[in-house]
């Protein structure tokens, strides 16, 4: 490649002799050189021109940058959507989650006023000289919320996991404590007790396979526990009977009553009335007989009984007398 330059000042017409690589390089630079002077020119003249709002070359410019800032309004936009999406998500899954500590707290016994966040200590509580460097917080990007968003998103489903599975498990620790017969199903002190004692008939030593609760007539037979009616019937023995099975060979039997309640295959829950006392059967007076069976075999009902709760007893007497009452 030659370029020849001649001029009116020089004596003889100049050749400048380019190869193709050298052409190139020139041509990149030329537009490097055109490139960095458009540069300039828009940094220094077009957006001074925006800010201060110069009457022509600001048009241009709006012209020139509306698109790109329609994109950024776009994009953020687009980000701000899925941000109140996932925050939108992370607020019902604490609404499920306080709903769910509600009833796993309802489970334990501990009632939801006694849960009491603790509050960190402030300046004025906290007393005392203070001091050290100041480090001003920084702002998060759109990556470090979206990152934390996630962050709670999974500790949130992690927390829903463990409050289902505590749930499940309190539930059926309930459920296995209300098939035990441990409430006293007469209100009233024990007669006899569990154990070898002289037979009131015969004057023999014999087995007594119950607790005996001396009552009136009439007087509520309520569930020592939940179950279903196993067995109502009239025994030579226990007279009017009726008995009770809480599940795992656990059984429980109230005999002698004058009336029975409750029918084969019903589901009675704990402190329901069942029956009321009697004198019916091989009995001396009115009175309940009460058994416990497991696997078929009698066991001693004061075991389970020591196991109910406090002034089980009392609670049955008081609602004794209010069913007198209203009767």
């Known amino acids: 490649m030659q370029i020849m330059i001649t001029h009116g000042t020089l004596a003889r017409t100049r050749v ?18 055109l490139m960095s002077l458009s540069g300039a020119i828009y940094h220094f003249v077009f957006l001074k021109a925006a800010r201060e709002g110069w009457p022509v070359v600001s048009q241009i410019v709006r012209l020139v940058v509306r698109d790109e800032f329609a994109q950024r309004d776009r994009f953020l936009r687009a980000n701000l959507d899925a941000m109140a999406q996932k925050v939108g998500e992370m607020q019902a899954k604490l609404v499920k989650l306080e709903a769910m500590g ?27 000289a203070q001091g050290g460097p100041y480090v001003p917080p920084q702002a998060a990007t759109l990556e470090q919320l979206t990152g934390i968003i996630d962050s709670l998103d999974e500790t949130a489903d992690r927390s829903t996991d463990l409050f289902t599975l505590i749930e499940s498990r309190l539930m059926e620790s309930r459920l296995h404590a209300l098939t035990i017969p441990n409430s006293a199903p007469v209100a009233g002190t024990i007669g006899s007790g569990f154990g070898f004692r002289e037979d009131p008939f015969t004057g023999r030593a014999a087995l007594h396979t119950g607790l005996d609760f001396p009552s009136d007539v009439g007087t509520p037979i309520m569930a020592a526990a939940g179950g279903v009616v196993l067995n109502t019937e009239h025994h030579p023995a226990y007279g009017q009977m009726i008995e009770v099975d809480h599940g795992n060979g656990l059984v429980t039997r109230y005999a002698h009553a004058s009336r029975l309640l409750a029918r084969a295959g019903d589901i009675v829950k704990r402190g329901q009335t069942i029956a009321e006392v009697g004198n019916t059967g091989r009995s001396t007076g009115p009175h309940l007989h009460f058994e416990v069976l497991v696997d078929g075999v009698p066991q001693d009902p004061a075991k389970f009984l020591a196991g109910g709760e406090p002034g089980a007893q009392a609670k049955a007497g008081r609602r004794q007398r209010r069913l007198a009452v209203a009767e």
Not at 17 to 33: G, I, K, M, Y
């Open 102 to 128: 509600d009833r796993v707290a309802g489970l334990a016994g501990v009632k939801a006023d006694e849960l009491k966040p603790l509050r960190p200590a402030t300046a004025a509580s906290a007393g005392g």
């Open 16 to 33: 400048m002799h380019f190869n193709r690589w050298q052409a190139a390089l020139a041509l990149l630079a030329l537009v490097v050189v």
